[in-house]
Antibody, heavy 120, light 107 residues
Framework: QVQLVQSGAEVKKPGAPVKVSCKAS????????MHWVRQAPGQGLEWMGV????????SYVQNFQGRITMASDTSTSTVYMELSSLRSEDTAVYYC?????????????WGQGTLVTVSS | DIQMTQSPSSLSASVGDRVTITCRAS??????LNWYQQKPGKAPKVLIY???SLQSGVPSRFSGSGSGTDFTLTISSLQPEDFATYYC?????????FGGGTKVEIK
């Protein structure tokens, strides 16, 4: 069965980077795009960007340009999201989510989420 | 960028009620509209994709409709397990924006 397992919670100081991993299993890793979505405490969902694990092409939301990097490792079926220059507003749960192979492009499987806390 | 506006932001309803949530896109997105349900402390789960297709395993009391800019999620008879927050998301183009969410609470 499809599973997306994310790395554990992180506590970071302002200005530091954070790297979150998402290990996929149960399907052909390179055949599905992977998205990252975050949710600040008590807030809604915010789309961050997407990576094509086959080839590594990415698309990021403008708000994070210059601070966000997504990468994939096909040998371990893992995608990574790194966010640099953290500020308190980046405190959130970060999710990876797989995009379906169909033309409707919904996010059909999600990781369990990784809480990133930014605090001095 | 495409803005997604959901209404209402919250509602109170009773078990058995019919509930309707609307989502409006700032420009036409054809039928590239998906609905997700999120319960506290859990990841979102897709309910409806392509505006009106029911995800496998989702109860038939959930339905979606609409095309272009205006979309609706309907729960025909609200059940206790349906109390949650619902989000629409457009998958027409990046950035793949979400609506602000609708929290469905018990009356």
């Amino acid at each position: 069965q499809v599973q997306l397992v994310q790395s554990g919670a992180e506590v970071k100081k302002p200005g530091a980077p954070v790297k979150v991993s998402c290990k996929a299993s149960g399907y052909t890793f390179t055949s599905y795009y992977m998205h990252w979505v975050r949710q600040a405490p008590g807030q809604g969902l915010e789309w961050m960007g997407v990576i094509n694990p086959s080839g590594g092409t990415t698309s990021y939301v403008q708000n994070f340009q210059g601070r966000i990097t997504m990468a994939s490792d096909t040998s371990t079926s893992t995608v990574y999201m790194e966010l640099s220059s953290l500020r308190s507003e980046d405190t959130a749960v970060y999710y990876c989510a797989r995009e379906t192979s169909g033309h409707t492009r919904e996010l059909d499987y999600w990781g369990q989420g990784t809480l990133v806390t930014v605090s001095s | 960028d495409i803005q997604m506006t959901q209404s209402p932001s919250s509602l109170s309803a009773s078990v058995g009620d019919r509930v309707t949530i609307t989502c409006r896109a700032s420009q036409s997105i054809s039928n590239y509209l998906n609905w997700y349900q999120q319960k506290p402390g859990k990841a979102p789960k897709v309910l409806i994709y392509g505006a009106s297709s029911l995800q496998s395993g989702v109860p038939s009391r959930f339905s979606g409709s609409g095309s272009g800019t205006d979309f609706t999620l309907t729960i025909s008879s609200l059940q206790p397990e349906d109390f949650a927050t619902y989000y629409c998301q457009q998958s027409y183009r990046s950035p793949r924006s979400f609506g602000g969410g609708t929290k469905v609470e018990i009356k």
